[in-house]
């Protein structure tokens, strides 16, 4: 078998329909490393004990960290039942000026492991880190506490696999026989608590959040339930508690419609790809009547492969290119190219998404069925059934659910937070999953509150522009007063790709290289 | 007899604290040193970071603008000031052309790489261009429907064994060297003005003349000394507890923090030191015969401490040093200090050596303070 046909297919196409969105952030396409690869985690001393500490190293970070674990009941109301471990590392300070506070970063997904994503995490706060220590956190289900993986039939191969022909009702079901766990105890509210008993082991008194795209959630409740502990918050790509993040099919719409937009005022795109969007419907009915079989070479090992692409996978491998601004910028030639019947760019892209960024997609559904399930309204499923790729979603979705089982959230789980700390929300104008309109909503009852839109940034603000200085200026003052937000607006947009190589307008001279009449010779 | 001795080193003390200017020299440098070089690393630590918005000149701007913008999100801009013009990136005219071929389009840095205070901008300014050349390499794959992580074949790892007190080791070391220098420098005039000075002024033999032995006379000089050298320890540890914690050094990555139990460490480990460093200073000032020489003397004779001090902070030093006296001592601080297991034995042994070597030299001292010549100076 090769690496990339025992990608998880289960996850990959859950991935593609019902991510609520941390792969972006979670660098998919960060400036250094292209992809990620399965964290190695090396403890330097074994942690025998049961609330041991320890120093470990994580991948991408030569720093020694101090990791340790807590164990707790799985189900609060049993504690003599099934104990799971909850895993955490520390960043220290470089110099350790407030002991007593901590900034914790609150990973996305959900099921995404913020210890795997330490590096970045690390990168985007190497201000706040000069002074104090970064608290990261494996939420139950993820990373490495207690992780409800779904590893897939490894017989079903990504590329030539019919996604439509796919029972997701019995993958799901395949997954949770193999699963030791009580999957209705891996929702918002438990991890909530064991986080808590995380910060009372390290001695901190105040804590500073800062979550993204799910991880605000994660955040938000943090805010209702002990706010005493906190000292200020910090929310991008935030999902209001009010929000159920299905509406998520319509930012995706949003997202394709500003893609259209932005080629079409630039210049050299409108120039190269002046029909884009016919470009886009032409691809997207062909592919609605059947789907697209070919020949083609399997990205990774190069070995011939039958390519089996779907409209599934088409949008999919667009959506996840959404997320980050590099990726983005190739969107325009794959689209245009697919409309020539040229899938290898689509196929470069959908790739990447592959390896479902480390998602543990069993604690995934814990979360979606048991809090945002229920709370669709028929005028909610009505509008996402017509979005582009909102039916699969919410096929998908339902058949998993069905399955999965988990108890829905009590009705106040969804209201509004009411909290005077010092809180900052960053939200990205092109932001496919989590659109500004959602920061709005949750500021409606946050008293000490601002709001900052970054024009060129899609998901995950800190991670793209100076939003990273302001979250660092937050921390050290614990007040909104100074933050100056002009910083976000620096025109640091990505051009798009030309064709499969260049970004920059092409030259007469070069750009009609295939082309009988091209003039031999290059411009000076 | 104790009684006599205690008069004797309140006498000695009583002399030195008369003669304010001369003895306070050598406490101001335990005052002083730490002072200076705080305030030294904190103009190095602002001239060697780069700064958060670097301004650099960039040429043909217009023929990358996506490179351009990509740099000015990591905080490197374009200006047309004087200051930026000391880095230059020069990207070429036929960038477009070649990009659009997918090969490789030429950008150059131009740039005094010797200059201390460039070398951090042009570090990061080569790191974010080889991060954009490598992210448009992945695209480029990806567009080709190639996964990008086939050109990258190692995953390179680095597991840091560092801790952030042992990564400022280099800054440390010579902090302690400024601490064992201080046992050695505060004592050292009122040793001369004890000895050479008041054979001078014809005090000596008026003391010896005195109903006291050598030995006594000689155990209270060296107290003495040895209190003003604890002295000026303590001192140096007091203002550098204080001053160490004002320079920003986690913009070098660590931190350095004088704790009190190093400061307890170092005053238990420099106690022999300044035995050994009053009897030398004592020693060295009765064999001279005037002030004057006895300074000229000191100066020379202070050079070997202060030399195996100084290689063992520079970690320049042949294992045998860290059984000798000072240097011995000096390594076992470092080791503390950078959470190490302290070398016990060889602290050991050095710490015996330099009290042998103190105990010789007040035996020494005490011989040639009975021969007529050594008192009168002959």
Same mark, same amino acid.
């Given at each position: 078998m090769h690496p990339s046909q025992s990608a998880n297919v289960s996850k990959a196409y859950l991935l593609s329909r019902c991510r609520l969105g941390a792969i972006g952030l979670f660098a998919l396409l960060s400036a250094q490393a292209l992809v990620l690869a399965p964290l190695a985690w090396a403890e330097a001393t074994a942690t025998g004990t049961e609330t041991g500490d320890a120093s470990c190293y994580v991948e991408g970070l030569a720093d020694r960290l101090k990791c340790g674990f807590i164990t707790v009941a799985e189900n609060p109301d049993k504690p003599a039942g099934r104990q799971i471990d909850i895993h955490y590392a520390v960043l220290p300070a470089i110099k350790q000026s407030h002991p007593g506070e901590a900034l914790l970063a609150i990973a996305g997904g959900p099921g995404q492991s913020a210890i795997d994503n330490a590096a970045n995490f690390d990168r985007i706060f190497t201000k706040v880190r000069q002074q104090r220590d970064i608290l990261l956190i494996d939420q139950r289900g993820t990373g490495r506490s207690h992780p409800l993986n779904c590893d897939s039939d490894p017989t079903l191969e990504p590329l030539a696999l019919d996604d439509t022909a796919l029972n997701i009702g019995a993958e799901a079901g395949r997954c949770l026989a193999k699963l030791d766990a009580d999957v209705t105890q891996y929702g918002s509210l438990q991890a909530l608590a064991d986080f808590e008993l995380v910060r009372r082991k390290l001695g901190y008194d105040k804590l500073h959040l800062y979550g993204i795209s799910y991880g605000t959630r994660m955040a938000q409740l943090y805010m209702r339930r002990y706010p005493e502990h906190l000292a200020s918050v910090t929310l991008d790509g935030v999902v209001p508690m009010q929000q159920s993040v299905l509406a998520i099919a319509g930012a995706i719409d949003r997202a394709f419609e500003l893609l259209l937009r932005d080629c079409r005022e630039t210049r050299a795109c409108q120039a190269q790809f002046p029909a884009l969007a016919d470009d886009l419907t032409l691809v997207e009915t062909r592919l609605a009547k059947a789907p697209n079989l070919s020949q083609s070479r399997d990205p990774l090992t190069g070995e011939p492969t039958p390519?089996?692409?779907?409209?599934?996978?088409?949008?999919?491998?667009?959506?996840?290119?959404?997320?980050?601004?590099?990726?983005?910028?190739?969107?325009?030639?794959?689209?245009?190219?697919?409309?020539?019947?040229?899938?290898?760019?689509?196929?470069?892209?959908?790739?990447?998404?592959?390896?479902?960024?480390?998602?543990?997609?069993?604690?995934?559904?814990?979360?979606?069925?048991?809090?945002?399930?229920?709370?669709?309204?028929?005028?909610?499923?009505?509008?996402?059934?017509?979005?582009?790729?909102?039916?699969?979603?919410?096929?998908?979705?339902?058949?998993?659910?069905?399955?999965?089982?988990?108890?829905?959230?009590?009705?106040?789980?969804?209201?509004?937070?009411?909290?005077?700390?010092?809180?900052?929300?960053?939200?990205?104008?092109?932001?496919?999953?989590?659109?500004?309109?959602?920061?709005?909503?949750?500021?409606?009852?946050?008293?000490?509150?601002?709001?900052?839109?970054?024009?060129?940034?899609?998901?995950?603000?800190?991670?793209?522009?100076?939003?990273?200085?302001?979250?660092?200026?937050?921390?050290?003052?614990?007040?909104?007063?100074?933050?100056?937000?002009?910083?976000?607006?620096?025109?640091?947009?990505?051009?798009?790709?030309?064709?499969?190589?260049?970004?920059?307008?092409?030259?007469?001279?070069?750009?009609?290289?295939?082309?009988?009449?091209?003039?031999?010779?290059?411009?000076? | 007899m104790l009684s006599k001795l205690l008069t004797l080193v309140r006498k000695e003390l009583l002399d030195a604290a008369r003669d304010k200017r001369s003895v306070m020299a050598g406490l101001y440098y335990a005052i002083g040193t730490p002072l200076v070089m705080c305030a030294l690393f904190m103009v190095l630590i602002a001239q060697l970071a780069s700064p958060e918005d670097l301004d650099i000149k960039i040429s043909n701007a217009d023929r990358a603008p996506d490179l351009v913008r990509y740099l000015g999100n990591q905080g490197i801009n374009h200006s047309d000031s004087e200051d930026a013009a000391k880095i230059r990136l020069v990207i070429s005219q036929d960038y477009p052309q070649q990009m659009a071929k997918a090969k490789s389009a030429q950008v150059t840095i131009i740039a005094d790489n010797s200059d201390e205070k460039l070398q951090t901008s042009i570090r990061r300014l080569q790191a974010q261009l080889q991060a954009y050349s490598s992210e448009m390499g992945s695209l480029r794959l990806v567009a080709r429907g190639i996964d990008p992580r086939v050109v990258r074949s190692l995953q390179i790892n680095l597991e840091d064994q560092a801790t952030p007190d042992s990564k400022g080791g280099m800054i440390l070391g010579i902090a302690i060297f400024t601490m064992i220098y201080s046992v050695f420098i505060s004592g050292m005039n009122l040793a001369i003005d004890t000895s050479a000075g008041e054979r001078e002024r014809n005090s000596l033999a008026l003391l010896l003349s005195h109903p006291l032995s050598t030995r006594q006379l000689v155990l209270s000089? &060296?107290?003495? #000394?040895?209190?003003?050298?604890?002295?000026?320890?303590?001192? &140096?540890?007091? #203002?550098?507890k204080l001053a160490y914690t004002l320079v920003p050094w986690q913009e070098l990555g660590f931190s350095i923090s004088i704790s009190p139990q190093f400061m307890a460490l170092m005053l238990a480990i420099g106690l022999p030191v300044a035995l050994m460093a009053a009897s030398m200073q004592l020693f060295v000032s009765f064999m001279a015969k005037t002030f004057k020489e006895a300074q000229s003397y000191l100066t020379m004779v202070l050079f070997v401490p202060l030399a195996l001090s100084m290689a063992a902070s520079y970690n320049i030093a042949p294992d045998a040093l860290q059984w000798l006296p000072v240097s011995g001592q000096q390594q076992a601080l470092m080791a503390f200090i950078k959470g190490r297991e302290i070398p016990m034995l060889q602290l050991l042994v050095s710490s015996l050596a330099t009290l042998a070597l103190a105990l010789a030299l007040a035996l020494g001292m005490e011989r040639s303070l009975k021969s007529e010549k050594v008192i009168f100076g002959l």
């Open positions: 390519l089996t692409m779907t409209l599934g996978k088409f949008l999919g491998a667009i959506r996840m290119a959404l997320y980050m601004p590099n990726t983005r910028a190739l969107l325009p030639h794959a689209i245009h190219e697919a409309a020539r019947e040229n899938y290898q760019p689509i196929l470069g892209l959908y790739a990447l998404t592959l390896d479902g960024a480390g998602m543990a997609m069993g604690m995934h559904a814990s979360v979606v069925c048991g809090e945002d399930m229920q709370r669709l309204t028929p005028a909610l499923k009505a509008r996402t059934r017509a979005s582009r790729i909102g039916r699969d979603m919410l096929d998908g979705l339902g058949q998993t659910c069905a399955v999965w089982r988990v108890p829905a959230a009590s009705a106040d789980f969804a209201e509004p937070i009411a909290s005077d700390l010092p809180t900052l929300v960053l939200s990205g104008e092109l932001d496919p999953a989590t659109p500004p309109s959602w920061g709005e909503l949750a500021l409606a009852r946050l008293t000490h509150a601002k709001h900052f839109i970054a024009p060129h940034a899609t998901h995950g603000v800190a991670f793209q522009s100076c939003g990273n200085n302001l979250v660092a200026q937050l921390v050290e003052s614990a007040s909104l007063e100074d933050l100056d937000p002009d910083c976000l607006s620096k025109d640091v947009r990505r051009s798009f790709y030309l064709n499969a190589s260049t970004v920059e307008t092409i030259p007469a001279s070069a750009g009609k290289q295939t082309a009988a009449a091209a003039p031999a010779k290059e411009q000076p | 000089k &060296i107290i003495a #000394v040895t209190l003003f050298a604890m002295l000026g320890l303590v001192l &140096i540890l007091l #203002v550098s």
